[in-house]
């Protein structure tokens, strides 16, 4: 099959929502009223066109589509190059998913610069599209450094008390991390030229060979600055800071996509690139996640606070997406197993997939019960269910989601994830398997405090229901993680050759 | 690059001859002006500058010119600069318009005096003899000795030009006396001639090294690097913000063409020597510059040390000692004048009558009061801390390209982990106009000029890290 598709697609998707958000800041707060409705109708075609994309794409192939490329600074050799496949496809339509409903979320909670807000969340927008569809690694860095410029604007105007500290320190963490991805980027750049053809391309970065020495140090690089994204224990400080301190939204688009680009750089750089390096640190990989699945389990148990507790499982829950991608050569040095290594890779992009629906389903509960009460203290409430009846039978789901039920999308990432890990070792299964419980444990006690019980004071017995617009969301949300958990066919179906293809790629040796 | 000696070089400093003719002819109107009239010294100054462009473009070279019995050398790159450094001077001329008037400063001797050190500029970045560097050198230090003293009724400015210009005179003395030691063991100024020689001597010659160390001691001084930044500071802070803006532009292009023309064409076979001596400097003054300027309070003296920090940057670029370092350096010279002469025009934006709007403080909620010069103030501030989409971050990364290329891993890491540092304290600027209130309400007062060329500098800030190539295709055609 043949995209039909002759113009510039994953261009549009990019600057369509830049261009919006421009608009908006030069339309300003005085005409807020039309400001939103043309934040919501770009966000809302943006979303239109990237499903495009899936009934388009083509899935008998690994190679990139939708290919688009421009000269851009012919001195570095370094091309606007667009493109996607099976694993940046599927984020692409996430981003694109989500954002309008972030711009819903805010219609009329946001009453601060309103303009502004939305205009960050556009640019926002395509500045993330452009991370997943970059092909040049010099664009690819340029628009992921460009990313938190936004990102730290939001935290920081419209963020809770101590915003300051949490936007500064999200911004230094993960700035700090990248930059030494920066430098590696540059090494390789300077390789591609004594090879002969001087590139910034992702693609001539997978061929180049590299011995295991450089291979060492560009792989620890790369883990400084995905692992931070991730993010990883022990470097996810920054992450129940900036997640308690966000507003809303900020929460939603930071747990839903931003932490995925550590992820998915892990599968885009760490392994083709270093695949010798990734096999000899796996053990590193495998045991952060680990760490991260147990511990920061136990961690969100004791949270106090719903924001943090959620922002502690989405880095328990990030933990699969880790280990689902360096089981591959765990799997690998046992017996080949190239179909373990697969289902490794799909429960990992599953995964990711799932927890942006569903981590960010779980900030908008808690963003509906913060703007009726302005509390996030979990001890602020209790009973909800009696004044919220349809707002809790939303958050039981979700809850559930979360903890892995099966029929919701949380169980399909976790489940491939743990099969895994079974073919792998026993006791890596056995770790993660905690998750099980320890998830089930936080997010249904999370619940059993808020919901459910005698209400628990004024506060929670003047709460009205949800409105149309939460419902929308809630709803859209719902049936998304539903329909993800019954037949999540469609989206294995789409990333399968590139899964196999990368498989392929990680398992032979550079050396 | 074919060598072509003219004995007759006029063709070749016309810009200069130029811009000499048109100081003195300003110093003669001048003197007849009354005291409202003195807008039209302001007026032909501009026009001179453009004249001078105008000239430097009819007469542009394809290619090295040598002229003046060696004396003197016309090169693209010499043309490019000479041109950025015309802009720079015009901007920070529009940029001051309004606080020298303010503060009694706006007088015909100012204007001659940013044309004379305009006239050191061009003959640094023309100079193919030491003599020349050195008559360049001075031409520039003293017209800006007294231009940091031109506020006569202030003591700090006063106490800050007596600064600079003992210890810039010291400086210049030590130049001179590594000139002199070269002189004594090649028999040469003249640049190439030095070339050939140092390979005749050998560049392990003791006698060489010895008068290296002082050359480097003269350029670290210029360019105001660790160790010998102190004045850098005082500087900054004490003179009259215009004068700030102005030191922190075209000398800057003067300070990168003066390690260039020594270094890179006179030295060029002792690379191995001055890279190791210009690696120590560098990082001291990244360490230096970025840890300092986290404590300060005032935004000139946090400039000035962020200048410093900037300056063990351009050095990293020049110490790689490939063509691709010194390009890459001329690259983050020309982004760094572009965004300081921007940062400088916010203070004079906020400056009002008994308000000089250079503390931190001020900053506070400017969002509030302006969100367009906000927004272009936080352009600024990425830009210089290196994030993309700003021109700053490709400055950085030729910079750390060059370094990585000649196997100075090591190097790079150590500055991108001094950027972080350096992030921190842009991001307060930020974090004070965006997310605190503002702790007044009087508006910004400043007329339509300087609003609207601050504003395309700022835009220019965003376009240029969008299509580098612009400028970056620029350096790559001088300094092929």
């Not at chain 1, 992702?202 to 400084?224: H, K, M, S, T, Y």
């Not at chain 1, 029929?407 to 073919?423: D, K, P, Y």
């Not at chain 2, 025009?345 to 909620?365: A, H, N, P, T």
Request: hydrophobic letters at 55%; glycine letters at 8%; one cysteine or more.
């Amino acid at each position: 099959m043949q995209s039909t598709i002759t113009w510039p697609i994953l261009s549009v998707l990019i600057w369509l929502p830049i261009a919006g958000g421009v608009a908006m800041l030069a339309l300003g707060d005085k005409n807020i009223a039309l400001g939103r409705w043309i934040a919501l109708i770009t966000t809302a075609v943006t979303f239109g066109i990237s499903t495009l994309l899936w009934t388009e794409f083509d899935t008998t192939t690994a190679a990139m589509q939708f290919v688009e490329e421009r000269n851009w600074i012919l001195l570095f050799n370094s091309y606007y190059a667009l493109g996607v496949d099976g694993i940046a496809m599927p984020l692409v339509v996430l981003t694109a998913f989500i954002t309008p409903l972030v711009v819903i979320s805010a219609w009329t909670v946001i009453e601060k610069r309103p303009a502004q807000y939305y205009a960050a969340f556009l640019i926002l927008e395509g500045l993330m599209i452009g991370v997943f569809s970059a092909l040049d690694a010099l664009l690819f860095y340029v628009l992921w450094e460009a990313m938190l410029i936004p990102m730290f604007i939001i935290i920081g105007i419209w963020g809770g008390p101590r915003r300051v500290y949490a936007t500064i320190k999200f911004f230094l963490y993960t700035f700090l991390g990248s930059v030494f991805m920066l430098v590696s980027l540059i090494y390789m750049y300077l390789q591609t030229c004594d090879a002969g053809q001087c590139s910034y391309a992702i693609a001539d970065f997978q061929r180049l060979p590299l011995g295991l020495n450089e291979q060492l140090f560009i792989f620890v690089a790369f883990l400084a600055a995905f692992a931070v994204k991730v993010p990883m224990w022990p470097v996810h400080t920054w992450l129940p800071d900036a997640h308690v301190e966000a507003p809303t939204g900020g929460s939603v688009i930071l747990a839903a996509i931003m932490l995925k680009m550590g992820g998915y750089g892990f599968l885009r750089f760490s392994l083709p690139i270093t695949p010798d390096a990734s096999d000899t640190l796996d053990w590193l990989v495998i045991s952060l996640s680990l760490i991260a699945v147990v511990y920061i389990g136990f961690v969100a148990l004791v949270q106090q606070d719903m924001k943090k507790l959620i922002a502690y499982s989405s880095i328990a829950h990030m933990g699969f997406v880790t280990l689902g991608s360096f089981l591959t050569f765990e799997l690998m040095s046992v017996n080949g197993d190239t179909r373990g290594a697969a289902m490794g890779i799909d429960g990992a992009m599953v995964q990711m997939i799932s927890h942006g629906l569903i981590s960010g389903a779980m900030f908008f509960c808690v963003g509906v019960l913060y703007d009726r009460v302005h509390s996030r203290e979990i001890n602020s409430y209790g009973g909800v269910v009696n004044t919220m009846p349809i707002f809790a039978a939303f958050m039981v789901l979700f809850a559930m989601a979360n903890s892995g039920l099966p029929a919701t999308s949380g169980f399909v990432g976790e489940f491939l994830v743990l099969i895994a890990s079974f073919r792998a070792d026993f006791w890596y299964a056995f770790l993660a398997g905690m998750t099980l419980i320890l998830g089930a444990a936080y997010t249904l006690w999370l619940v059993k405090r808020v919901v459910f019980g005698p209400i628990a004071n004024h506060h929670v017995a003047e709460l009205q229901d949800v409105n149309g617009r939460e419902l929308l969301i809630l709803g859209v949300l719902a049936i998304a993680v539903l329909a993800l958990g019954l037949w999540p066919a469609p989206l294995l179906d789409v990333m399968r050759p590139t899964v196999e293809n990368l498989v392929q790629q990680i398992t032979v040796s550079k050396l | 690059m074919e060598a072509v000696v003219t004995n007759f070089g006029m063709q070749a400093a016309a810009a200069e001859i130029f811009l000499l003719t048109a100081v003195c002819v300003i110093l003669l109107v001048d003197v007849f002006l009354k005291d409202e009239q003195r807008w039209i010294t302001y007026a032909l100054s501009l026009l001179t500058l453009v004249g001078a462009a105008f000239v430097t473009v009819h007469f542009a070279v394809d290619t090295r010119v040598i002229a003046f019995e060696g004396m003197f050398i016309a090169d693209p790159m010499g043309d490019v600069l000479k041109l950025f450094s015309y802009g720079t001077v015009a901007v920070s001329l529009l940029y001051s318009r309004e606080y020298l008037e303010r503060n009694g400063l706006f007088r015909g001797e100012y204007f001659v005096l940013a044309l004379v050190a305009l006239l050191g500029v061009m003959v640094m970045v023309s100079a193919g003899n030491l003599l020349t560097v050195y008559l360049g050198v001075e031409l520039l230090s003293l017209s800006l000795y007294a231009m940091v003293a031109f506020d006569r009724d202030s003591g700090i400015a006063a106490e800050s030009a007596m600064k600079y210009f003992v210890l810039g005179a010291i400086a210049s003395g030590t130049l001179l006396y590594g000139f002199s030691i070269l002189y004594g063991v090649t028999g040469t100024l003249q640049l190439d001639e030095l070339a050939v020689a140092v390979r005749e001597v050998g560049p392990g010659n003791i006698g060489l090294i010895f008068g290296l160390a002082f050359v480097i001691v003269g350029i670290a001084f210029k360019f105001g690097a660790v160790p010998f930044h102190m004045w850098v500071p005082d500087v900054y802070h004490g003179a009259p913000t215009p004068v700030t803006l102005f030191i922190g532009a075209a000398p800057k292009i003067a300070s990168f063409v003066l390690a260039i023309r020594v270094l890179a064409e006179g030295l060029d076979a002792m690379v191995a020597s001055w890279q190791s001596m210009l690696i120590a400097i560098s990082v001291l003054s990244m360490i230096i510059g970025n840890v300092v300027a986290i404590a300060q309070t005032n935004l000139k003296r946090m400039l000035a040390y962020s200048t410093i920090s900037h300056v063990g940057f351009i050095l990293l670029g020049i110490l790689a000692g490939t063509n691709d370092g010194y390009r890459a350096s001329m690259f983050y010279t020309l982004t760094y004048v572009i965004t300081s002469v921007g940062s400088f025009g916010m203070i004079l934006l906020l400056s009002r009558q008994g308000f000089e709007g250079d503390q931190l403080e001020d900053f506070k909620g400017l969002h509030r009061k302006s969100p367009w010069f906000a927004a272009v103030m936080m352009m600024l501030m990425f830009s210089t801390a290196g994030v993309p989409p700003f021109v700053g971050f490709w400055a950085k990364l030729a910079v750390l390209g060059a370094v990585v290329d000649v196997g100075l891993v090591w190097l790079a890491a150590v500055a991108v982990l001094l950027s972080v540092v350096a992030a921190f304290y842009y991001l307060r600027i930020i974090k004070l106009m965006y997310f605190d209130e503002p702790t007044d309400a009087v508006d910004i007062q400043a007329g339509g000029t300087l609003r609207a060329v601050l504003s395309a500098n700022g835009v220019a800030v965003l376009a240029l890290g969008i299509f580098p190539s612009l400028l970056l295709d620029l350096c790559a055609r001088v300094l092929p």
